[in-house]
């Protein structure tokens, strides 16, 4: 079993107070690596929704766990076309990174979870290598939660048209910029994070003639989705394929150039870690059986799809949003929202 990692930010960095009298306080990151197997536990404060701890809870966790692994390298193998006649070559180990942002203040020290993404290995059985794959694929974000699940609900409250406040998603964005721009994420990841999605069920998508080789055909989006705007203000830029024996296309969010600065194993292995979450959460998309046509809407209301071996509770899932949304509003928002926000108005990444 491979053993838990930490590793701290460079020195503290001082987020202005929002006035003279405002006591000074200091924040850092703290990453953690948590291998994520069919040992995997979640921590206490893990964001209970993420696809890959929803897996691991109840009396078959560790079933599914290893149902999920298995089906994220066979599909590895099978975008792996060559040197590699038996389909079994290769294997993909999965790591979380666990990043807290921790506040000093007056003497005592906050920790408060502010992102879990994921960290793929690539293994070479034939010559026992191990490859860096890339960081990001699946994004948990406790002030995500708070700002669609306790902001949004809110601001809209008493409207009649629905709307979202004017800075809505930027401190999440200025923090999420803030720790890649750390000395701690810039020594242990060589190129930026991929984050893929799913589709949006509000857009219709479009086939285009651009075909990747690793990515696929190219959709395009009749208009930017929420979460679209809410990623670009993390600095992530997203484009839309739909993978060989894919069935519906994935949103590919990167801050560089997604077809450029990727290898092809890299690529599928983002690929193969997110369509497997996919297929398991939302199998009427990704698990349909039939591919997405020239002009496509997603919906969860198609019935014509097949389902895995593998058990998880969405209903569950959509509720604990909200619950954990308002763990934000309480543990970081309250207490550190104001200097937060006052340091995210002036900085700019």
Not at 28 to 40: C, G, Q, S, T, W
Not at 44 to 53: E, P, S
Not at 127 to 151: C, E, K, P, Q, W
Request: glycine share 4%.
């Amino acid at each position: 079993m491979r053993a838990i990692q930490q590793t701290q930010s460079d020195p503290a960095f001082l987020l202005d107070a929002a006035d003279d009298h405002a006591p000074e306080v200091k924040f850092h990151f703290v990453l953690k690596n948590i291998p994520f197997d069919e040992n995997y536990l979640p921590a206490a404060n893990t964001r209970m929704t993420t696809n890959f701890a929803n897996l691991a809870r109840g009396s078959g966790r560790q079933e599914n766990l290893r149902n999920t692994l298995t089906m994220i390298d066979n599909r590895f193998n099978t975008l792996v076309s060559w040197d590699n006649p038996t389909r079994d070559r290769y294997s993909v180990a999965l790591d979380i990174i666990s990043v807290e942002l921790v506040a000093d203040a007056e003497g005592r020290s906050d920790a408060f979870p502010l992102i879990e993404t994921l960290k793929t290995t690539i293994i070479d059985r034939s010559t026992d290598a191990r490859i860096d794959g890339i960081v990001g694929h699946n994004l948990s974000s406790y002030v995500r939660d708070y700002d669609f699940s306790v902001v949004l609900p809110s601001y809209n409250k008493d409207r009649a048209e629905f709307s979202a406040p004017e800075n809505f998603g930027e401190l999440h964005g200025n923090l999420f910029k803030c720790f890649l721009n750390c000395e701690a994420f810039k020594t242990q990841f060589k190129k930026p994070p991929v984050i893929c999605l799913s589709a949006s069920t509000s857009k219709t998508y479009r086939r285009t003639d651009n075909q990747h080789p690793i990515l696929g055909v190219e959709y395009q989006q009749d208009g930017f989705s929420a979460t679209d705007e809410y990623f670009a203000k993390m600095g992530l830029k997203v484009r839309y394929f739909m993978p060989p024996q894919s069935v519906a296309p994935l949103a590919f969010y990167c801050a560089g150039d997604l077809l450029r600065d990727y290898t092809d194993l890299e690529l599928i292995s983002t690929i193969s870690t997110m369509e497997t979450f996919q297929r398991i959460y939302r199998p009427e998309i990704y698990n349909a059986n039939s591919p997405a046509g020239r002009l496509y809407q997603p919906s969860l209301k198609h019935q014509d799809y097949s389902l895995t071996r593998i058990v998880y509770d969405r209903d569950e899932r959509s509720r604990l949003a909200v619950e954990q949304g308002k763990f934000a509003e309480e543990y970081l928002i309250k207490p550190y929202g104001t200097i937060l926000e006052h340091w995210s108005a002036k900085h700019a990444y």
